[in-house]
């Protein structure tokens, strides 16, 4: 049975894909895991439609979630136009949400072909970027998006343009050999793009 919802620390997370467009260092996904410290099994059989998807969903209680986070062993945004529809799916049936979270790398404009933020309005409640380094050279290195230098350009933009539509953004940084010079050049990048900066605890194997 595979793993499309899973419980952690009183949130509801989605778990959609495993594709990603990143190679990022400390992934868990290059270390032989499954899984994670939310839960055991996170590779999907196959990407679950948006009717399982749905089905997942609507046999749990949402209302005692406090958020419902779009986060598993890939990259959220790879499948926006469902995440989009399944939060759309569930108010039309009355389904009364938490806040609704995406945790992204920030790249989904770039390949997805299009600028999605505006679509993000009156869905997302909380979007949260990983920026994982305070230049493009740290930055690249860390992460390893499929596009280089590129990457780090794309989620500078998508933050910024997030920012217009969706009430908290934030950017995270994963605190593994960071002096708390890198955090505070981090966190005024971040306040410059109209985003907050979140400081994550490194999770070794």
């Keep these: 049975m595979m793993t499309i919802?899973?419980?952690?620390?009183?949130?509801?997370?989605?778990?959609?894909?495993?594709?990603?467009?990143c190679a990022c260092v400390f992934c868990l996904r290059h270390n032989g895991h499954k899984g994670s410290i939310y839960a055991d099994d996170l590779w999907l059989e196959h990407e679950p439609s948006r009717q399982e998807a749905l089905d997942d969903l609507l046999s749990r209680d949402l209302s005692q979630y406090r958020e419902l986070v779009f986060c598993g062993f890939g990259e959220p945004m790879?499948?926006?136009?469902?995440?989009?529809?399944?939060?759309?799916?569930?108010?039309?049936?009355?389904?009364?949400?938490p806040p609704v979270r995406i945790n992204t790398n920030g790249h989904a404009n770039?390949?997805?072909?299009?600028?999605v933020t505006p679509e993000l309005k009156g869905r997302v409640d909380v979007i949260s970027i990983s920026l994982n380094g305070?230049?493009?050279?740290?930055?690249?290195?860390?992460?390893?998006?499929?596009t280089g230098k590129q990457g780090w350009a794309d989620m500078l933009d998508f933050t910024?343009?997030?920012a217009r539509y969706v009430p908290e953004v934030v950017m995270t940084i994963v605190n593994k050999d960071k002096t708390a010079e890198d955090i505070a050049q981090c966190?005024?990048?971040?306040?410059?793009?109209?985003?907050t900066l979140r400081v994550r605890e490194y999770i070794p194997d």
């Design 5 to 21: 919802t899973y419980e952690y620390e009183g949130a509801l997370y989605v778990n959609l894909t495993n594709k990603c467009d």
């Design 78 to 97: 790879f499948r926006w136009d469902d995440d989009a529809w399944l939060i759309d799916e569930l108010r039309r049936r009355g389904v009364k949400l």
């Design 110 to 115: 770039r390949f997805l072909g299009r600028d």
């Design 134 to 146: 305070s230049n493009e050279a740290e930055y690249t290195a860390v992460t390893q998006p499929s």
């Design 160 to 162: 910024q343009k997030a």
């Design 187 to 195: 966190r005024a990048l971040a306040e410059r793009l109209g985003a």
